[in-house]
């Protein structure tokens, strides 16, 4: 299958994430086209991406043989409005936002190829773990090509549409619950003595260590669990479980179809 032009409608956080990935296997595609309707970020995208090619509408983007809507929920279907005569029947089209179903969007879309991915941050280092969900009319070629493509960003691998918005709570959005944390952890590091340097080996190292432990030692959880004797915030866990159920599954319900 011949090399295709992609078109990006939304120059925010996700599409630098696609860009960087892009750059870092050095993938060959026809062309790579951003619309924004923020000057200043396309202007950036610009400056640290050049091999870009920046756009004046949302129209020119939905002419590209695959367009990717790099945007959130709330606007997702005006701007479909907005493009859907510039569609053909063999675009390929790829949403990146959790809630607008496949089946809402071909509702406006007149095409057949619509595809939805909950993109990982991690894939900034080729290492995201992506689940896709395809239109019940895409081809299995057309399926093995997306695949193909979307690899490049790490681990992609298709699922029912309806687990979407799970894995978006269970995994795109999985390292913002602990970034922090080690973060601040390594922080405490420098307090007690150590170096930066020092810090930063001691939290990646153990946790690694301990991601491991937890999902490869072949252990039960609470047996792992019960490895340290000692607990220096153990008293504070029932309150964090509730943190997670509140806020997590409150969202879900909020992003959920």
Known sequence: MKTKSLGFIGGGRITKIFLQAFENKK?????????????????????????IQVLSSPSEAARKDIVFLALHPPVIMETLEK??????????????????TIAKMASVLPVDQIVRLIPNATSVIN????????ASGMSEIQKLYILEMLNLLGHTFE????????????????????WFQWNELEALG???????????ESVFETMSAALNTMYHSGMKPADV??????????????????IYQEKLMGLFGKIKP
């Not at 290492?127 to 395809?134: A, T």
């Not at 699922?159 to 602990?178: C, I, N, Q």
């Open 27 to 51: 993938a060959i595609f026809e062309s790579i086209s951003v619309f924004d309707t923020n000057p200043d970020t396309l202007q950036a995208l610009k400056l640290q991406f050049p091999f």
């Open 83 to 100: 493009i859907k005569s510039d569609v053909t029947s063999q675009t390929i089209f790829i949403s990146l936002a959790p809630k607008i």
């Open 127 to 134: 290492h995201g773990y992506n689940p896709v969900s395809f």
């Open 159 to 178: 699922t029912a549409e309806e687990k979407l918005e799970g894995y978006a709570l269970l995994s795109a959005m999985l390292p913002t619950y602990f």
């Open 190 to 200: 420098t307090q007690m003595g150590l170096t930066e340097t020092e810090s930063r």
């Open 225 to 242: 669990m019960n490895l340290i004797p000692v607990k220096p915030i153990g008293e504070n866990e029932s309150q964090i479980k509730g």
